[in-house]
């Protein structure tokens, strides 16, 4: 493909991608996990857990979309999601 | 493929917490958790080994963090952290002492000690979470409250104005100066394990929904709304005027964030007294972060 750019290390560059662990009794239901993941990869449950609340789970087709940026580990006040990196994809 | 989600007993943050507590008390859609789980993130990446860290709190919702870490921590009375950590720290200099605390015990009734614990330069990190009112004993107003912000003391409006924290700090003599968001969890995390590598008295207020005392009466809405208001309105700007920091929290109101302040000034140390040898810090601390930029001098 002439004259198409392509960064030089491509064969080595990698997406990092995360599992989602969840503890749904700990969930309060404030959606911060939800609506500020940058690849949108949770979503309510349809199930509420003891105290009520609809706490996240994996949107389907979205199992492989977690970049593992942490955030939700970090913005969830009640300690109930975080991920943990795995074999990462290459491009 | 990945499985979808793994459902699990226990967190990862979990060791650095006294989890036995779960679930905390804090109201859905309140910034402390976020807050709380910054600072126990920076002491993992401060370098400085956990059983050198101490938390003290005063009262408060915030108040409560020092009930829920894992590390050496005393839940002090209202306002009186600041003497209580000053007094840890002098008698036993190894520890590194931060306290954890809100508004209103840091600013009203613990105005003075954070006055004179700033202007002698103690080596102590100060967090304070800023909610905009007294959470803990109903949404009172407090010296954070925004001018015209509703609460249940002022039906009308607040009359007057708030303090400028980083401003007063920052005038006080406090050698960092930062202030960040609840949702802005990375720069506060990092400006969090900076200020507790940073010898001084350094300071960091988090600005923190509260849904119940302040979110709801000023029409800002459950806590999610209150960070996406955050997300929209916020703007970092390391080297803003600190006397343009003031907080109105209106629709359309800006909130300038940063790392305003770095600079070095003698460490209160008592006449006659050596700081210990091993405290040089260059053996047990990691550089400073370069991504943590602030102006020098003021
Ligand atoms: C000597 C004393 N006066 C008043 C109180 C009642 N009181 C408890 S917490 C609090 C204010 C807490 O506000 P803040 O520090 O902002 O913490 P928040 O609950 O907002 O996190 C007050 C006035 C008290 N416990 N002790
Ligand atoms: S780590 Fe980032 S991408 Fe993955 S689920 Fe959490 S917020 Fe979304
Ligand atoms: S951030 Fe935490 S408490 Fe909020 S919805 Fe997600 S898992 Fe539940
Ligand atoms: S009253 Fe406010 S500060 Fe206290 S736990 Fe509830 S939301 Fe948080
Ligand atoms: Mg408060």
Redesign the pocket.
Known sequence: MAGVRQPLEQSVLTTPRGQTYIIPQRCKGCRFCIDFCPKDVLEESTDINSKGYHYPVVSAGKEDACVQCTFCTLVCPEFAIYTEEIEPETL | MCPREIVVNEHKLDPILRSDRLPH???PG?G?GPAMACFANAIQESGIPVDEHVCVSGIG?TGRVAGYLNVDSFHTTHGRAIPFATGLKLSNPDLHVTVFSGDGDLFAIGGNHMLHAARRNVDLTVICVN?FNY??TGGQLGPTTPYAAKTTTTPYGNPDGPLNIPHLAAALGAVFVARWTVLHVRQLQKAIAFALQKKGFTFVEVLSP????FGRPNDLGDGLEEMSFYRRQSVVDDQAPLDSLEIDMSKDSTLVLGNFVDRERPVYQPMGTEPPAHRDRSVIYQPADPEVKAREAL
Request: charged share 0%.
């Open positions: 008390i804090w109201c309140c402390l919702c909610n959470g803990m509260c849904p119940i005392g």
